[in-house]
């Protein structure tokens, strides 16, 4: 239990800045470069500078990677793409906050209840194929 823990308290938490950034990427869904991030974020007060110091921080925690580059006149720009979903970082923040595994029904519903959506069967839906999708992986796990 303790291990279980250590683990998730290594979550590596980002500053508002990084978050901010990793929803330029998600909302993107494309590569980017910092020339690009520097002209999609105009409205933020972000110099060239602190934007290469949040990829490079990004970079580090493991949440970016580098998947290619692009010529911009003389010189070549990195191209970054998320390396984890919104969804994968929501879950281990809630993970690192000591949520534990036999929590997690209860969380969902807590996030259905919180989000109050008028599409409750359609969410319900969604929820139902996710667990036939689980099951079915694991009756393969036990074939195995």
């Given at each position: 239990?303790?291990?279980t823990y250590m683990m998730y308290k290594k979550t590596k938490h980002l500053t508002n800045s990084e978050e901010d950034l990793m929803e330029i990427f998600w909302e993107q869904k494309i590569p980017l470069t910092s020339v690009e991030i520097s002209d999609i974020s105009a409205d933020r007060?972000?110099?060239?500078?602190?934007?290469?110091?949040?990829?490079?921080?990004?970079?580090?925690?493991?949440?970016?990677?580098?998947?290619?580059?692009?010529?911009?006149?003389?010189?070549?720009?990195?191209?970054?793409?998320?390396?984890?979903?919104?969804?994968?970082?929501?879950?281990?923040?809630?993970?690192?906050?000591?949520?534990?595994?036999?929590?997690?029904?209860?969380?969902?519903?807590?996030?259905?209840?919180?989000?109050?959506?008028?599409?409750?069967?359609?969410?319900?839906?969604?929820?139902?194929?996710?667990?036939?999708?689980?099951?079915?992986?694991?009756?393969?796990?036990?074939?195995?």
């Open positions: 239990m303790l291990k007060s972000w110099n060239g500078n602190y934007v290469h110091m949040m990829l490079r921080s990004l970079l580090k925690k493991g949440m970016i990677t580098v998947c290619g580059s692009v010529q911009y006149g003389t010189q070549y720009a990195r191209q970054f793409v998320p390396s984890i979903t919104k969804e994968q970082y929501a879950a281990k923040l809630v993970m690192s906050k000591g949520i534990k595994k036999n929590s997690i029904a209860a969380v969902t519903v807590a996030m259905v209840n919180e989000a109050d959506e008028s599409g409750g069967e359609e969410l319900i839906q969604q929820l139902e194929e996710i667990i036939e999708e689980l099951k079915s992986k694991g009756a393969q796990g036990e074939k195995s």
